[in-house]
């Protein structure tokens, strides 16, 4: 009789059921109707079906608007902090327990507005998150103020008779930072684009970071309804996000070469029509955790008392030396 | 000079003070550790300037240490200074302005500003030093410089040795102790750099017994017990590392950072890291996120990190998670004293925060304390899921005490992470509905998951917005606090349980009010004291003890209105933060004393007030008896 490892007596003996959709499903949601959040949370339930990730070793952590309910629909352990701030929350779990899995959801007015500083220094820490921003830009769950992605010119309640600035590029400002090691853009009207995108994220060790277009169905339901303004270009290169030809023109795929930072950088100038697709990878960049456990020496309790009763000696006067 | 005239002392106050930068705070640390080797008290603080390069030769870049050395263990840094061992005339007039000198006090001089170049100099130097005379001071005029260019070339680089060749002749200190202490203090240097230091040291010592014709005896007990010597930042950072803390995470702060410089430097070979974060708010985030996770986890800030970091305060009260937040407290508001004390952060600690979110809070009143209270506050913080701050402060930060060695024990370690699986369905605040206390589940626990919000919520994590259900979790959010108060003792009186007047404190000003007391009762006047650890609950028994005494006063570091300024009555008086607290839990008529001197309390301006206090009481006492007399001859 040979002995089995574990996974062949859970696989042989146990007759453990795959985990489907349900098991990753929690209350139902409560966005409105025709919002983009709702595919991404089946996307995001997708993922986690498919990798049959155990629920007890994910945490979804969220920060303050609409798409930061996201945690609540999941059934996977969530923290729904406050305002900006997930990204702090995300960085402290995964730098307590580096084996649990991390997916960070925002808005844009969370993560580039009142988040901003974490924003751009969690991206230089690296650590090994998913973090997914839902930008529709506008805050939505506050009644339609506006948001720093939000276009000039658009009328909200807090700009009247339109906004005054040029929106903000966020693309250009994560590619500044030093030590970003993935970035890809995806909409929620391409479905198994967004799909892709996010498994080609999930799959990434490190900072996965993927920008979400969306359009708030209620506050903002002109935005990308226009002639020719649900055109994206799709950005195609064997490392990339895979799509389906079928449905792009030719006109729309250009050939990207995601570990090219200049390609990246002209790329995320394309406000016009904006690049979907992976726009920047690099797999070498260490993540924050490796790199601080790797310095951290552990041990057991009791050498632990032993070293620190030792290094008590430095301040503990002798009388006879 | 022949046979030299001893002068016995029971304790002696000795400043060290420079330009910022010439290293007086080497020569006092160095002088302050030979003092602990052998025996008696020593209570040391730092004068530190703001700035890191402040004009040389003012007042403002005064820099230095305050060592007070005695016969019997001290809880303070106390009155005036006895001697001062000054590099240059602007610090010693520095120190003159503080208004911190002995009257009758020793000033140790570098002479060369006798003959500086510049004839203000000159002339400030003679109108500072006849000052001193003339108020009964003496001075002794040192070739500091001169002796040390015979030595080495930058006088910058060496001076501060001879000084403390100078105080080890002076104060009758072992060379050879003195020896161990250079080179342990210059271990990571080279050999000639040690040896200079040996060798400037002896020189300040050989000039002494060639000048001087007196020296100073104090006769320290060498303790029975093992004993360390460290500031209250260093025992903070080794007591996190006693009590089981993995991470630190922080962004830097005066005067909390050296904390984290210490746990900086060996946290790592502890098993544990430190995280110096983009700003203080993410600080905190990440060290809740890290809790949150089963991981203890601590920040350390000072007042204004401590006002960044209130929305998590919330966040960490609202969702029960533990958390521990070390408040070292400096002078404020806004920027206000960066290296001073104050004890201004108690009703921000206690309140602060949207909404009403109940924490615990607590005081070190001792450095030694600010070692043990790390275990108390992870315990508290886990039993008790919610968030624990520890308020020291400057004078605990950067002061230096002996105190017995702490016994490590794996009883102040926590429990091994929770990964046990858990019945699905599990709420993740079970409550007890008598405590208010529940289970905490941990991520990686299978059946355990669940919604960590700030939104108010059930016992099951799910948001609720009814009114049932959110007067539900106040009570039971606020009911562990009452669950805590119960288990607390009344704080112990100092000295008699009854009397005239009971002075009430919190935090590192225990010992100037301790020794006041003791003052003031051997003239025979009726006074005890209260120190106060937790500020949150607050213990029982308060009001009971009150009312044993016939005034009882805070005694406090912030501000407060004073009796008998302009437009201040009992209506529009601010009063000092603890008797706010004070008066509204126990409805007694505390009084209070408080001020923002920018430095400790001395024991003696305690003294004055209870002194004075004393003879309200008295006439007070006096015209109550002749009312009495009065109504019964009516």
Same mark, same amino acid.
């Given at each position: ?32 109707? =025709? ?42 352990? =969530? ?5 900006? $701030? ?30 901003? /500083? ?57 590619? /500044? ?28 060790? =490190? ?20 002639? =020719? ?88 006067? $002798?009388?006879?030396? | ?44 603080? @730092? ?27 001290? %809880? ?41 170049? *510049? ?28 002796? %040390? ?29 003195? +020896? ?87 946290? @790592? ?61 400096? #002078? ?60 020291? *402060? ?62 108010? +919520?059930?016992? *099951? ?13 106040? %009570?039971?959010?606020?009911? &562990?606090?009452? %669950?805590?108060? +119960?288990?607390? &003792? ?50 029982? #028994? ?87 007399? +009065?109504?019964?001859?009516?």
């Amino acid at each position: 009789m040979s002995l089995l490892n574990i996974d062949e007596f859970v696989t042989e003996d146990c007759e453990v059921v795959p985990r489907t959709l349900e098991d990753y499903a929690s209350d139902t949601p409560r966005w409105c109707k =025709g919002c983009g959040d709702h595919g991404v949370l089946m996307a995001i339930q997708g993922l986690l079906r498919d990798d049959q990730v155990p629920p007890e070793n994910v945490v979804a952590v969220s920060g303050i608007g609409c798409s930061s309910r996201l945690p609540h629909y999941l059934r996977t352990y =969530g923290f729904h902090g406050i305002h900006g $701030r997930a990204l702090p929350l995300s960085l402290g779990v995964k730098l307590a327990r580096p084996e649990l899995n991390v997916i960070t959801i925002m808005g844009d007015g969370d993560c580039f507005s009142i988040g901003a /500083g974490h924003w751009v220094h969690t991206l230089r820490y690296n650590p090994d998150l998913l973090v997914v921003v839902l930008d529709n830009e506008v805050y939505a769950l506050t009644k339609k103020q506006a948001s720093p992605t939000s276009r000039m010119g658009e009328v909200t309640n807090t700009t009247p008779h339109g906004s005054y600035l040029r929106s903000m590029n966020p693309l250009t400002v994560i590619l /500044g930072v030093n030590n970003v090691s993935f970035l890809a853009q995806t909409t929620t009207w391409f479905p198994q684009h967004m799909e892709e995108t996010l498994r080609r994220a999930w799959n990434h060790r =490190g900072l996965s970071f993927v920008r979400i277009l969306q359009r708030c169905p209620v506050y903002m339901p002109h935005m990308f309804s226009g002639p =020719g303004q649900m055109v994206s270009m799709f950005l195609e290169h064997q490392d990339g996000v895979p799509f389906d030809h079928s449905l792009v023109r030719k006109a729309n795929i250009m050939a990207h070469n995601p570990r090219d930072i200049s390609a990246a950088h002209t790329v995320s100038l394309m406000e016009d029509v904006p690049p979907v697709g992976l726009i920047y990878w690099n797999p070498e960049v260490p993540t924050y955790e490796e790199v601080r456990h790797g310095r951290s020496t552990a041990m057991d309790n009791t050498e632990m008392l032993n070293r620190l009763n030792a290094h008590m000696d430095k301040y503990t006067v $002798r009388l006879n030396p | 000079m022949g046979k030299k005239r001893t002068i016995q002392l029971k304790e002696h106050i000795i400043e060290i003070v420079s330009d910022s930068g010439e290293g007086a705070q080497k020569a006092a640390v160095t002088f302050a550790q030979a003092c602990a080797l052998m025996g008696g008290g020593l209570w040391t603080v @730092e004068v530190i300037p703001s700035e890191i390069q402040p004009p040389p030769h003012t007042t403002g870049a005064t820099s230095g240490n305050r060592i007070r050395i005695s016969e019997q263990p001290v %809880t303070n840094s106390g009155d005036y200074a006895n001697l001062v061992m000054a590099f240059n005339e602007m610090a010693l007039l520095s120190r003159i302005e503080q208004g911190v000198l002995a009257e009758d006090v020793v000033v140790v001089i570098d002479d060369k500003w006798a003959s500086d170049d *510049d004839p203000r100099i000159r002339q400030n130097y003679k109108e500072i030093l006849d000052g001193i005379k003339a108020r009964g001071g003496s001075v002794i005029e040192v070739p500091l410089e001169a002796e %040390t260019l015979k030595l080495v070339e930058d006088p910058k680089k060496g001076k501060n040795m001879f000084a403390v060749g100078v105080l080890a002749f002076l104060y009758d200190r072992s060379v050879e102790v003195l +020896h161990r202490i250079i080179k342990e203090t210059f271990r990571t240097k080279s050999g000639a750099v040690v040896d200079q230091n040996f060798a400037l040291m002896e020189a300040g010592y050989t000039w002494s017994e060639k000048h001087l014709d007196f020296q100073f005896q104090i006769k320290g007990l060498a303790s029975e017990q093992s004993q360390v010597v460290m500031n209250g930042n260093t025992a903070l950072a080794l007591g996190a590392i006693a009590a089981g803390f993995k991470l630190c995470s922080m962004y830097p702060i005066t005067p909390a950072t050296s904390a984290s410089h210490t746990l900086s430097e060996i946290f @790592e070979s502890f098993g544990g890291m430190v995280h110096q974060a983009e700003d203080e708010i993410a600080a905190i985030g990440v060290a809740l996120g890290a809790y949150y996770s089963g991981v203890p986890s601590l920040t350390i800030t000072s007042g204004p990190g401590m006002a960044l970091k209130t929305e998590f305060q919330g966040l960490a009260a609202m969702t029960e998670t533990p958390l521990v937040i070390v408040d070292v407290q400096r #002078g404020g508001p806004s920027t206000g004293l960066p290296t001073k004390i104050e004890q201004s952060d108690l009703l921000h600690a206690l309140y602060g925060a949207p909404g009403d979110a109940p924490k615990i809070v607590l005081a070190p009143s001792t450095i030694e304390e600010c070692f043990h209270i790390m275990t108390t506050a992870r315990k508290l913080s886990e039993e008790f899921r919610t968030p624990v701050i520890v308020l020291s *402060d400057a004078n605990l930060a950067t002061g230096q005490q002996l105190f017995p060695r702490p016994e490590l024990s794996m009883d102040n370690l926590p429990p091994p992470l929770d990964q046990n699986p858990v019945a699905p369905g599990t709420k993740p605040y079970d409550w007890d509905k008598n405590t208010g206390l529940s289970r905490r589940l941990v991520p990686g626990q299978p059946g355990g998951m669940s919604v960590t919000t700030g939104l108010n +919520h059930g016992s *099951d994590g799910k948001v609720r917005y009814d009114y049932s259900s959110n007067q539900l979790s106040h %009570t039971m959010r606020s009911r &562990k606090l009452a %669950t805590l108060h +119960h288990a607390l &003792k009344t704080p112990s009186i100092y000295a008699e349980d009854e009397g005239d007047l009971l002075l009430v404190g919190w935090g590192s000003t225990r010992g100037a009010i301790e020794e006041a007391v003791d003052r003031a009762r051997s003239e025979g006047v009726r006074v005890s004291s209260m120190n106060i650890q937790f500020l949150n609950p607050l213990p029982p #028994g308060l009001k009971d003890a009150f009312s044993r005494f016939r005034k009882v006063m805070a005694i406090e570091l912030n501000y407060s209105d004073q009796w008998g300024d302009p437009l201040i009555t009992s209506e529009s008086r601010r009063y000092s933060q603890l008797s706010m607290v004070l008066r509204a839990h126990t409805l007694v008529d505390v009084d209070c004393f408080s001020q923002v001197p920018a430095r400790p309390f001395m024991p003696t301006e305690i003294h004055e007030v209870i002194l004075k206090e004393n003879a309200k009481l008295v006439s007070a006492g006096a015209s109550v008896k002749q009312e009495k007399q +009065h109504a019964k001859a009516v």
